[in-house]
């Protein structure tokens, strides 16, 4: 048999205009975890791609076991014994755990389920590799996490042992990545074969046993994680030394900018509310960190403060001025900068040119407009100065749909332009979250200049490391309570990560509570 | 290629291929005559000054038509209401016209008022409670169209005539259409400037000029200022537009009125030329719903709306020259062929823009797969993943 269950040699893929992969050669070994780490856009997709038989490759041949095998569709990778847990995942919300684990492979008596057969073979399945799910819960009630855990089923109910995860951890919070690390780790103890797909070092250097790197197309090597360290990685897949430390001035407080008194906003979810009675300040000149595992009121907080949302009680004043019932408008007037939480959805009108988008914060101004009609040369030496400035690639400039932009040149259309308007409050929502090394020092970089231009920034964070490096105060939020401040050169990640959890309360004893809580689940 | 050039090229692919499917039509239906039939369809519309006054005549409507549709569909909306709003246009300017004894201009004005009011109420029970435009604007299609009927045959003047039809004007036995304004107020006539003297047509008229002025100033307004900027944020995406502040509540409805009144005048245009009576409906009048393939035809574009309504008009022109030889209702199948595949510009501009790559130095965007990655066997048929095409195209460059 050979060394390799799966061999990709010599691959190269060509779209018109780009070469995504580029005689590129993967080879992912029996029980082992075999990272493909790159940047946005540097061609790991189009590789599992091809693998799965989404693509024909234009050169490159594909061995499974050492035999020379063709796979035109996915149904082809599906008979190999390749499953994938794609990003964006693949699951009928409507549906049953059970009813999607099963969906295009039903047991089936003469074109009638046999349910029952499945659900056994999934209780066995979930009990044996500790991945817990309801068979009977619906998809749309579940957690992204236990999501992600159906997904993972889905691949071991068809018996395939070489399982592909496509950025599983970008969903998770940091104990469901630590279970999920402690899964794979089980996978490869029974001989499958795990090919993971990452830019983040830290989950490489923690779980995988080779790692193959790619940079815009190109082949950079493969290498052994025990040999190797996170700066070496990091410097084949962005060509340069990153730096994982952030520089930062000499603090120099101001006023106060910003100041939330006992604010509370109802949940659209359930009854209680989902952001109770929240109180704290942002002075000229700080980073505050606003930490806390995604869920726990954060997004619902920033709708409020940004006036995307109402708040039902408390008081929200932005320099001197009281904006608790304030329009967007006149918020973004009084001197506030939104960098939103979903770029998509909010951040950007993805059907408008770069330029447009641009200006979308401020094409009402004197300065881009005259008697209502758009200033287009204003706009368009704005965007070009912009582009330059903050280092925005696309393909035509100005004009470039920003639907066609990478993700990450497509925040840092973003931050540009809400830096730009030159604001007094930054409030800055996961501004990093999706993008790769290069693109989130550089985003750093931004935040850190304008607290020390003197401005304060509200900085909205999932990822620990982002929570440790950036702020000068950290507030963990908990069940839309503030349950503690940190200065975090004084904390460890550990105290964080209880105040996280719920476990801590700097404020009032939590035992009692909790222990009233599990009571209730049970 | 610019974005431009491709929906134009879109847009004559897409009528060549529908006129080869009309010309199959014609041999399968009656082989002999088809050839020579299918050229006279072609060039009917300018075999005489007259037919082409015919082409003009009819376009007008459809213009203004195609252009509610259009602005609306760039808005983010669906306004299939424009048959309503076109009827009650009509009837408000026929009643400016005959009860009110209004010059032509202040006659449409009215329809345009009308129309406006008629895209309203789907815009705000849009805006209010998201009650989907489309099913709002379908039943005030048909509340629209009965109650310009009701009133037709019910309005009575002080001598207790029924003071919009024809009888109370002169001794006529017809009663299913309105007064015909050459006797009831020829001053609301569009005027023709001598253009039917020129054209040896009734038919000719100022109508045309206005609808293609109009065309150009929503153009203008789409393209060129703050306001038609905040439209297009809205429709393209709501919650960007609410995030830098815009009322998108406000625009929705703005966007149906405006929407409501390019058809509204529609009917004002048609109506007021004085060659046509308005007749009691039995079913929605066709205007507004042609004004759908005008607008698709012409991917949303005010400007390209002038041109399309100008082919589907020259089209419906050529189609009667093919009587006798061929059945009437077999030239309305040919026609509505030519104009269903000539409504397939978007498909083809989508096919178009695949195989002419327009971002080639794109640094480093991942090319986007043809297809979301699902293997079928996998997750069956269904992905909920994000759907790259929109309905809806922007018309490219802005020059």
């Known amino acids: 048999m050979s060394e390799y269950v799966i061999e990709m040699l010599n691959i190269t893929k060509e779209f018109p205009g780009i070469k995504a992969n580029d005689n590129i050669t993967l080879q992912l070994k029996h029980g082992e975890v075999h990272a493909l780490l790159g940047e946005n856009g540097a061609g790991k997709s189009t590789l599992m791609s091809v693998l799965f038989g989404l693509y024909q490759p234009e050169a490159g041949v594909i061995k499974k076991d050492g035999v020379e095998v063709k796979i035109n569709n996915p149904n082809d990778a599906n008979a190999l014994n390749i499953g994938m847990v794609h990003q964006h995942f693949k699951l009928v919300e409507v549906f049953t755990v059970l009813d999607n684990i099963i969906l295009g492979a039903e047991p089936n008596k003469m074109g009638f389920l046999q349910k029952a057969e499945a659900r056994k073979k999934v209780i066995e399945l979930s009990e044996r590799y500790g991945l817990q799910v309801d068979p009977d819960a619906k998809i749309e009630d579940i957690s992204v996490g236990m999501q992600q855990r159906v997904e993972i089923l889905k691949m071991l109910y068809r018996d395939n042992d070489i399982l592909i995860f496509d950025e599983p951890t970008a969903v998770l919070t940091p104990q469901e990545i630590d279970e999920l690390m402690e899964i794979m780790r089980n996978f490869t103890k029974e001989g499958k074969s795990i090919l993971f797909i990452t830019h983040k070092l830290n989950e490489i250097m923690a779980v995988a046993d080779r790692c193959t790197v790619l940079r815009k197309g190109k082949y950079m090597g493969t290498v052994n994680i025990k040999d190797t360290t996170k700066e070496e990685l990091s410097r084949m897949m962005v060509g340069r030394d990153v730096k994982f430390e952030v520089d930062k001035a000499e603090q120099k407080l101001g006023d106060v900018v910003l100041d939330v008194q006992n604010v509370t906003v109802p949940s659209k979810i359930h009854a209680n509310n989902a952001v109770k009675n929240v109180s704290f300040q942002v002075r000229a000149g700080e980073i505050v960190c606003l930490a806390g595992i995604e869920g726990n009121g954060q997004t619902q907080f920033v709708y409020a403060l940004t006036g995307l949302d109402k708040m039902s009680e408390g008081k929200i004043t932005l320099c001197g001025h009281d904006i608790s019932n304030a329009k967007i408008r006149d918020r973004s007037k009084l001197g506030m900068s939104h960098i939103p939480e979903d770029r998509h959805k909010h951040g950007l009108v993805l059907d408008f040119s770069l330029e447009q988008n641009l200006v979308l914060q401020r094409y009402w101004q004197p300065e881009f407009q005259n008697k209502g009609f758009i200033r287009n040369k204003e706009v368009r030496e704005y965007a070009e100065k912009l582009i330059k400035q903050y280092d925005i690639r696309s393909g035509q400039g100005p004009v470039t749909t920003a639907r066609s932009m990478s993700g990450g040149n497509q925040q840092k259309a973003i931050v540009a332009r809400e830096i730009d308007k030159v604001p007094d409050l930054l409030v800055a929502v996961q501004p990093t979250r999706g993008l790769d090394v290069g693109a989130i020092e550089y985003i750093h970089e931004q935040l850190v200049a304008q607290r020390d231009a003197g401005r304060a920034v509200l900085l909205v964070s999932l990822e620990l490391e982002e929570v440790m490096s950036v702020p000068d105060r950290i507030l963990v939020m908990y069940e839309g309570e503030i349950v503690g401040e940190f200065n975090p050169k004084e904390v460890t990640v550990e105290e964080l990560g209880l105040y996280m959890a719920g476990a801590k309360n700097m404020y009032r004893d939590v035992g009692a509570k909790e222990q009233g809580k599990e009571r209730e689940a049970e | ?399």
Do not use: H
């Open chain 2, 1 to 399: 290629m610019k974005k431009g050039m491709i929906s134009v090229l879109a847009s004559v692919i897409s009528i060549l291929v529908g006129l080869l499917f009309g010309l199959l039509l014609l041999i399968v239906v009656n082989p002999a005559m088809a050839f020579p039939k299918f050229g006279e369809l072609l060039t009917a519309g300018v075999s005489s000054l007259p037919k082409l006054a015919k082409v003009l005549y009819q376009a007008a409507p459809l213009v203004m038509t195609g252009l509610a549709v259009a602005f609306a569909f760039k808005t983010g909306l669906f306004n299939i209401g424009a048959s309503g709003q076109y009827t009650v246009g009509a009837f408000c300017a026929l009643a400016c016209a005959i009860i009110f004894q209004m010059p032509w201009w202040i006659c449409l004005i009215a329809s345009l008022v009308a129309g406006a009011v008629w895209g309203f109420f789907p815009g705000l029970f849009k805006s209010l409670f998201n009650v989907n435009e489309v099913i709002t604007s379908i039943m005030f299609n048909w509340i629209g169209m009965m109650a310009v009927n009701l009133l037709c045959m019910n309005l009575k003047n002080a001598a207790g005539q029924l003071v919009m039809l024809p009888t109370a004007w002169v001794s006529s036995p017809i009663k299913d259409r309105t007064a015909a304004l050459s006797y009831a107020n020829p001053s609301a006539m569009i005027p023709k400037m001598g253009l039917d003297r020129l054209f040896q047509s009734n038919y000719m008229n100022i109508s045309i000029f206005i609808a293609a002025l109009v065309a150009v100033l929503l153009w203008v307004v789409l393209n060129r200022t703050t306001f038609g900027y905040e439209l297009k944020a809205c429709g393209y995406n709501k919650n960007a537009s609410i995030y830098a502040g815009i009322n998108a509540k406000r625009n929705i409805v703005l966007s149906m009125v405006i929407s409501g009144a390019m058809a509204g005048l529609g009917g004002g245009l048609y109506y007021l030329a004085g060659t046509a009576d308005y007749t009691i409906q039995k079913a929605l009048l066709p205007m507004g719903f042609n004004g759908i393939s005008v607008a698709l035809l012409a991917t949303s574009n005010p400007i390209g709306t002038i041109f399309s309504a100008l082919f589907i008009s020259y089209i419906q022109v050529g189609g009667e020259s093919l009587q006798p030889v061929y059945a009437k209702e077999m030239i309305d199948i040919i026609i509505a062929v030519i104009i269903y595949l000539s409504a397939f510009a978007l498909l083809t501009k989508n096919i178009i823009s695949k195989y002419i790559r327009t971002d080639k130095t794109n640094v480093n965007a991942e090319p986007v797969p043809p297809a979301a990655p699902v293997p079928a066997a996998e997750t069956g048929a269904v992905d909920s993943g994000e759907v790259p095409e929109k309905t809806v195209e922007s018309e490219g460059e802005d020059k």
